[in-house]
């Protein structure tokens, strides 16, 4: 996936196409339990052109869980909020083509360790009508 060798059970979003004036949540949670040294993050590639216009909202939000059912877990983040992308209306547009980088989000370690939250998934949320834009989300370990 975007050059990566990558485990089926590392995938968030194969493609998956962006919501409609909502939020929705990555078609897959990952487990990374355990301390990962710092050492994990989230990479999020353009499947296809994404073009999010000046006055307009998008962004990608981190959220962790003690389970993989998200109905039924809590996600630690209730202060605070991790975006891996934040577009605001007062932003200028978005412009990114198949196969660019959209983001890279550290996985906070201390707070998934320190909460006991081993599932993490993505929030990708607009006002704008972005289901023909899709994008491919993977977890990824340093070595």
């Known amino acids: 996936m975007n050059g990566y060798l990558t485990d089926a059970d590392l995938i968030l979003s194969d493609g998956q196409a962006?919501?409609?004036n909502t939020a929705a949540d990555s078609t897959n949670m990952v487990k990374v339990?355990?301390?990962?040294?710092?050492k994990t993050s989230i990479l999020v590639y353009a499947a296809t052109d994404?073009?999010?216009l000046t006055g307009k909202v998008a962004s990608i939000e981190l959220q962790a869980?003690?389970?993989d059912t998200a109905a039924s877990a809590v996600s630690p983040i209730t202060?605070?909020?991790?975006?891996?992308?934040?577009?605001?209306a007062a932003d200028a547009a978005?412009?990114?083509?198949?196969?660019?980088l959209v983001t890279e989000i550290a996985i906070p370690d201390?707070?998934?360790?320190?909460n006991s939250y081993t599932w993490v998934q993505l929030v990708y949320a607009t006002d704008d009508d972005l289901s023909a834009m899709k994008v491919n989300a993977f977890v990824v370990i340093d070595a």
């Open 65 to 67: 869980f003690t389970s």
């Open 94 to 100: 978005i412009d990114l083509a198949a196969g660019d």
């Open 33 to 38: 339990g355990g301390p990962t040294g710092g």
């Open 50 to 52: 994404i073009d999010v």
């Open 110 to 114: 201390r707070l998934l360790n320190e």
């Open 18 to 20: 962006l919501p409609n």
């Open 79 to 88: 202060a605070a909020h991790v975006y891996g992308l934040h577009k605001t």
